[in-house]
């Protein structure tokens, strides 16, 4: 019988392989628990910096770096999926690294993740390998509409493209293989709405669930959150059944975010999985009893999870470059319902993540009227989520 671990007790130091948001609210929700941390990223005064984390810049595959990293902690979690695979597999061989290097390959991979989904009994969108222009032809002529996506490297909306007629095929193949990587089609799915699940998994076997999000994106971007989804409550359990399952086939030590599509018959295809916090998760951290930052660090520092508990209906808004410069003019005119998170990037571009705002309402449609007069996000948007 495998022993249960002992947590790590306050004053343990972590590390964190990325120093965004995530990085950053990790280090806030671990702060309060009396932890210490030291983040590396390439990118001077991160996020995570910003927030009191002792900062290394270094690139992600500094092997000296990484061994002075894995020296100086008691445990490493990575933040996002884009760090270096191999560098982590030769971490996890010198410091406790509980996400492992498996769930990063899978992940970052999505022929990888959809293959492991299958094998799992998980279900996803139809989907073919692409070498060449000719196998995209094939896949329109087998699938009907597409979308066309590189392997890897793709985030918030780049690296695809939606196929509805064979006149795109050309153009569309043309931009995704200037990546150099892997393409793979899937079918276009119909759905009714998008949602996303973030689950929890300790070592000892502990998993909880956080109430499903409902997701609207603009330009491939998230842009509002609404929790909870509106589900009936059959497909709302479905959905968190099918993120256990995800769950405990990857053998999960953290915080994963699942995205699936609703389709209209109710039933559910998975998206994609991201191994960390999610953006359509942010809600937790002033909807729920525990935020799903600090659900990661009882994960990996082998404390029990805590409650998933909805304190109350939640709406989650990203805060884009184009959305800053007005909101600070009218912060004035926020809801007193609003909670602002803002991280501190200094490059304010369009597109560009910034910040969030999360608000609480026994009504969220009370909310509606004040967003709407503050003029930031689009208001075709807020009145779909409303």
Known sequence: MTSVPEPLLP???????????????????GHAMGFRFIVLDPAPNCPAALAGATQITAAYDDFAVLAELADACDVVSYEFENVNADAVAWLEERVDLPQGSQLLRISQNRLREKTFLQKLAVPVAPFQKIITEKDVTVA???LGELMLKTVTGGYDGRGQARISSTAQ???????????????????????EREISVIVARNRMGEIRCFTPAENLHKKNILTISRIPARLVPEVSEQAQTVAKKIAEGLELVGVLGVEMFVLPDGKLLVNEIAPRPHNSGHFTQNACVSSQFEQHLRAITNLALGSTELY?????????????????????????????????KQDCRSGRKMGHLNLTSDSLESLLEPLQKLGV????????ML
């Open 11 to 29: 004053g343990s130091m972590i590390g964190l392989l990325g120093g965004g948001q995530l990085a950053q609210m990790l280090v806030l929700a």
């Open 140 to 142: 329109f002529e087998e």
């Open 169 to 191: 095929i050309p153009e569309a193949f043309s931009a995704l293989s200037q990546a150099k990587t892997e393409i793979v089609a899937e079918q276009f799915v119909p759905f």
């Open 312 to 344: 109350k209906p939640a709406l989650m808004l990203n805060i884009l470059g184009e959305h800053l410069p007005l909101l600070l003019e009218k912060l004035k005119d926020l809801p007193p319902e609003a909670k602002l998170h803002l991280y501190g």
């Open 377 to 384: 996000w689009d208001a075709d948007l807020l009145n779909k």
